[in-house]
């Protein structure tokens, strides 16, 4: 097979005994790779990752396997706002510095396209400070989310007064200065609640933001209902899902986003990924990175654990990570299946399919095509 590449898409797939017709006698051939005997499939698409923040929370590791709830720290000051302390206090030099790096490690394991939340500066200046940072990042395609109401920083007594907050003055200016076209919402028991989320979500959509939410991560709460009924991309986490729910997600376009490494890390139980995709929904993995409740960007342990624990196959996990994914950012009519059309963003390798996703920790040798360019990793 061949494929002709031009301006970072693809133009023609088809039996390399038919490329030369495929080319004018004028058209001029940049750059010829021979991947002979290598196995090629798309490049992986990381949809839900908290890669930008300042500071550790190893401390709280260990608190948590001495049995301290992921609640009770963060009553007690801990969690987000921990974090939300040391990013604020952050330059924009330091964050590019420091996250750079973890975008380098996310490009070597084969990821194109990476989302980046923000959500650990929670208020105006610092979430635009955290925002500008994105676009500064070299490697992969970054797509950036804002996630304002990740917690309710302490200068509010509310989260109702916080919202509010972010309604009026936040949202409105991050749509202004064109820095993220999507928003994310943190919806749980005890953290931003059913009237609460609605205010916020209707705002957004008001505003023209695509939206996202993490639903339904420790409890059977109203994140997922309103993910669905606001017709967001996707929702994410989604561990707590009763078959009313799962039959609502089969009938809809919003992708369900499964964090397995993280349910790890939490000791939570793991989403019914198989119920979701025998009744048809759209599913996705990503590795949910964070300094809290999951610091690891191990791609690899992602599906290792999606086929150990929810019983998804090779296959699926590749769906998951690629088209699936790419569905779960809204850009699906531009990357995640080799199609011409879309970008020729993709991966080779001389190993076999079934060493992917099989060991942690490890992503078989490798190159990456991104838009066309082979990468220089």
Not at 166 to 177: A, D, S, T, Y
Not at 234 to 245: E, K, N
Request: hydrophobic residues 40%; proline residues 4%; aromatic residues 8%.
């Amino acid at each position: 097979m061949a494929m002709l590449v031009q301006q970072g898409k693809i133009i023609w797939i088809g039996p390399q005994g038919k490329l030369r017709g495929q080319l004018g006698k004028k058209t001029t051939v940049k750059a010829e790779h021979d991947l002979k005997n290598q196995l090629v499939f798309p490049s992986f698409i990381e949809c839900h990752t908290h890669t930008i923040f300042a500071g550790s929370r190893a401390a709280e590791f260990e608190m948590r396997n001495q049995g301290v709830s992921y609640l009770e720290i963060a009553q007690k000051g801990g969690g987000i706002l921990s974090t939300m302390k040391a990013t604020r206090k952050s330059t924009a030099s330091d964050l590019l510095k420091s996250t750079q790096k973890r975008v380098d490690t996310f490009l070597k394991q084969g990821v194109s396209t990476l989302e980046i939340k923000s959500g650990y500066a929670l208020d105006l200046k610092n979430e635009i400070k955290v925002l500008e940072v994105l676009p500064k990042l070299k490697g992969p395609r970054i797509v950036g989310t804002f996630l304002g109401a990740h917690a309710r920083p302490p200068e509010f007594e509310t989260n109702l007064q916080y919202i509010e907050y972010v309604c009026e003055k936040v949202l409105p200016k991050i749509r202004k200065k064109n820095l993220a076209q999507r928003v994310d919402i943190f919806i749980e028991n005890k953290f931003f609640e059913k009237e609460e989320s609605q205010i916020y979500l209707k705002k957004a959509q008001d505003l023209g933001f695509q939206i996202t939410v993490h639903a339904n991560q420790l409890s059977l709460s109203a994140g997922a209902d309103l993910a669905l009924d606001f017709q967001a991309l996707s929702a994410d986490h989604v561990i707590h899902l009763d078959d009313r729910l799962i039959r609502k997600f089969a009938a809809s376009k919003t992708t369900a986003v499964l964090l397995p490494m993280a349910d790890l890390y939490m000791k939570c139980p793991y989403p019914p990924a198989r119920k979701l995709i025998e009744a048809g929904a759209q599913v996705a993995l990503a590795t949910d990175y964070n300094p809290g409740s999951c610091p690891s960007q191990d791609l690899a342990l992602v599906g290792l654990l999606a086929r150990l624990e929810m019983k998804m196959s090779l296959p699926e996990v590749f769906q998951a990570y690629t088209h699936g994914a790419a569905c779960a950012l809204g850009i699906e009519h531009e990357e995640g299946r080799l199609e011409v059309g879309k970008y020729a963003n993709f991966i080779c390798t001389e190993a076999d399919l079934s060493d992917f996703f099989y060991s942690a920790g490890m992503t078989p040798d490798h190159q990456m095509f991104i838009r066309g360019k082979c990468l220089k990793i």
